[in-house]
């Protein structure tokens, strides 16, 4: 049986993955063919895996998220209950939890249809509606004398409840078993191949490991991932068997396609008939990028289909409801944390000559400017020794970052690393000049250099955290800061919120990229 040798630009082990590439060969065709046609692979049996692994590591973290919403609604339940002098309160708080464990297990809330996103607050107050209008009727079935009022202020803790027990799937605890991985293959033309692979390799919030590719023609990739074989520019009938030997090769689970001139319609329609036949998942990569999956809402209109985006949120219920937390989180956080901010006051004070405070012009919603503040970190004249600093700069764009900054303090390396030099900022969010989650405000020097795409970071206000906090904060670049500061500003919610300050926390303690 002949073999292909595959050139070199192919040969290389994948992006962002552990381990060497694994040596490859494809037979089952003569020789002389297959040096004629590079691009022609024979599909190779396999047995399946991979799903089904994945959906046995995921499910082993469903009986606490379970467990923690039945415990989060039927205790407070039956606390309200009785101090209502309600009758048979233990049945009626058992039925509740019950209910609401069962709906939300058939609205599909304990799998994993969205990978990497389990339901956040909008769907657990749907659901939450919902029972309210269930345990209604079953009240009117049985007869029950529950008061109404009483019922409803009973089941309240649910919301909060539901919204905790999601957030923990997002977590990743010691011991807890790895995220479910998704093998990908992608298919598509070179350039397309390339931006795919690089783009996913790039980041490390999802599920999706490339392991190998199938190009379209034989235009060489640079992004170095296995080829077990290629596409001819134009369709052709082993376009299945191609991608399916592939896809069995490097035990891929799932093909994304990049659309192109040479991928048409027709063509992608018959390989995603061959594909789905084969028992290997599909998905198609869109131009739409920085858009969160809940976003976007496919309908048919005359055999096409399309992708509604829904606006970024800037009114309604969740923009007063993120302004009422930060109030309330400000307000609260000043008042326990007095005692802190008084000792750490005291030790910038003993620490070095100069005020307690630093205080600073920077620009935030709208590019309003505003006078933020916190902690004194750096020697009293600070700012004058920064020109003779700026050819040492280790961030790329207008920002100024140095890891081992000579004008930081003995205390400021401390607070640094652990960002309580950030908490006099509590008193800009009770201000109103800033959230407690959103991008950080910009220097005007800074602002003064941004481009259009920039810009649009101040169409929100800065925050105390957020992705840029939680995501490796000065050891990214500049672009990959901004990257995540316009996800944030287009995609954020309450629910989005909630989770970027239950990873802060994990984000100081770990103390990388603060300096």
Known sequence: MGHVELPDSDRSGPVGLAGAPRPRSVSNRPRSNELDEPWRTPAAPRERCGPAAAKRRTARCIPVVVGVELLGLGVPAWLVLRTGGQSRTAVAAAVAALAWSGLRAVRGRYTD??????????????????????????????????????AVVALLPGLPAGVAAQALRRLSWPGRPPRAVRRVLVVGEAPGVDRAVRLLASRADHPYAVVAAVPVGTTPLECGVPVPGRLAPAPADDDVSTVLGGAFAQDADLALVVPGPQLSEDRLCRLSWGLHDGGLALSVLSELTGIAAGRVRPTAAAGLTLLHIAPPLRRGPQPALKAVMDRVGATLGLLFLTPLLILIGAAVRLGSEGPVFHRQIRHGQHNRPFTMWKFRTMVADAERHKERLVA??????????????????????????????????????????????????????E??????????????????????????????????????????????????DMGLMARTLRAVTDGRGAY
């Open 392 to 445: 040492a700069n280790e961030i790329d764009g207008p920002m100024f970052k140095i890891r081992r900054d000579p004008r930081v303090t003995g205390i400021g390396h401390l607070l640094r690393r652990t960002s309580l030099d950030e908490l006099p900022q509590l008193l800009n969010v009770l201000r109103g000049e800033m959230s407690l989650v959103g991008p950080r405000p910009p220097l005007p020097e």
């Open 447 to 496: 602002v003064s250099r941004y481009d259009e795409r920039e810009l649009r970071r101040l169409a929100v206000k800065p925050g105390l955290t957020g992705l840029w906090q939680v995501s490796g904060r000065s050891d990214l670049s500049w672009q990959e800061t901004v990257s995540l500061d316009l996800w944030y500003v287009d995609n954020w919610s309450v629910a989005t």
């Open 113 to 150: 249809r969205h990978p990497g996103r389990p339901p956040g607050m909008l769907s657990t107050t749907g659901d939450w509606l919902l029972l309210i209008g269930v345990l209604a009727v079953l009240r009117t079935a049985a007869g029950d004398s529950v008061d109404p009022a009483t």
